[in-house]
Nanobody
Framework: QVQLVESGGGLVQAGGSLRLSCAAS????????MAWFRQAPGKEREFVAA????????NYADSVKGRFTISRDNAKNTVYLQMNSLKPEDTAVYYC??????????????WGQGTQVTVSS
C-alpha cells in the first residue's frame, strides 16, 4: 500500500510559478513510477508528467513541455512538479499517482486526493 498526499497548490498570477509536492508513505515508494495528472471542471483527467522509479526517464504532455519539470527524491519518498510560466488553462486539481510508467490513468494504482491550482489572468 502507498498513500499519497499532495501539497503546494494555490492561487498564482499568469506567468508565475508553483512547486507541487507529493509525499508518499510506504517502504516501496522507490519501486513505483510516479505521475501527475490534472482535472479541470467539466473535463476528463489528463496526463501532465511522469517519472520512472529511478528518475532516469521522464515524460511530459505537450501542453506543459518546457514549462513543467517532474522530479523525485526516493530518500524522502517525495515527487515534485515544478511549474513555471503558468497559464490560466493550467487551472485544475492536480493529482499525484503511483504505479506503472505511462500516460493513462489506468497505469496507476494509487492516487492522492489532489491539490487545487488556480492561475489568474
Amino acid at each position: 500500500q502507498v498513500q499519497l498526499v499532495e501539497s503546494g497548490g494555490g492561487l498564482v498570477q499568469a506567468g508565475g510559478s508553483l512547486r507541487l509536492s507529493c509525499a508518499a508513505s510506504g517502504r516501496t515508494f522507490s519501486s513505483y513510477a510516479m505521475a501527475w495528472f490534472r482535472q479541470a471542471p467539466g473535463k476528463e483527467r489528463e496526463f501532465v508528467a511522469a517519472i520512472s522509479w529511478s528518475g532516469s526517464s521522464t515524460n511530459y504532455a505537450d501542453s506543459v513541455k518546457g514549462r513543467f519539470t517532474i522530479s523525485r527524491d526516493n530518500a524522502k519518498n517525495t515527487v515534485y512538479l515544478q511549474m513555471n510560466s503558468l497559464k490560466p488553462e493550467d487551472t485544475a486539481v492536480y493529482y499525484c499517482a503511483a504505479g506503472l510508467l505511462g500516460t493513462t490513468p489506468s497505469r496507476y494504482t494509487y492516487w492522492g486526493q489532489g491539490t487545487q491550482v488556480t492561475v489568474s489572468s
